[in-house]
């Protein structure tokens, strides 16, 4: 069975940091690449960064590029997306998503497993 479980999410004030987490297992995840999702109350669902199967390759969205950091670890099957210099509009429920291939972008029907998700809120 395929598990995804993000963690690390919680309240912080603008320009703060938070560093969010991806533990996976049930799959082989060396094969695909990993990405992150955020969505916000009454907007679609956006895709903000993914890092490749070996870490070779990343992506962000113009939204959060030059602030955010994604990252994996192989041998421990984790995930991970640094947040910095956090803002106001950044404050959603993030999500960590399994590519289908090698695809690693925003597209989510491009993606085929999904962890549960984490708040994150910003606000002094």
């Known amino acids: 069975e395929v598990q995804l479980q993000a963690s690390g999410g919680g309240l912080v004030q603008p320009g703060g940091s938070l560093r969010l987490s991806c533990a996976t297992s049930g799959f082989i995840f060396d094969d695909y690449a990993i990405a992150w999702f955020r969505q916000a109350p009454g907007k679609e669902r956006e895709g903000v960064a993914c890092?490749?199967?070996?870490?070779?390759?990343?992506y962000y969205s113009d939204t959060v590029k030059g602030r955010f950091t994604v990252s994996r670890d192989n041998p421990k099957n984790t995930a991970a997306l640094q947040m910095d210099s956090l803002k106001p509009e950044d404050a959603a429920i993030y999500y960590c998503?399994?590519?289908?291939?090698?695809?690693?972008?925003?597209?989510?029907?491009?993606?085929?497993?999904w962890g549960q998700g984490t708040q994150v809120t910003v606000s002094s």
């Open positions: 998503a399994v590519a289908r291939s090698s695809y690693c972008g925003p597209d989510s029907a491009n993606y085929r497993y």
């Open positions: 890092v490749g199967s070996s870490g070779e390759r990343t």
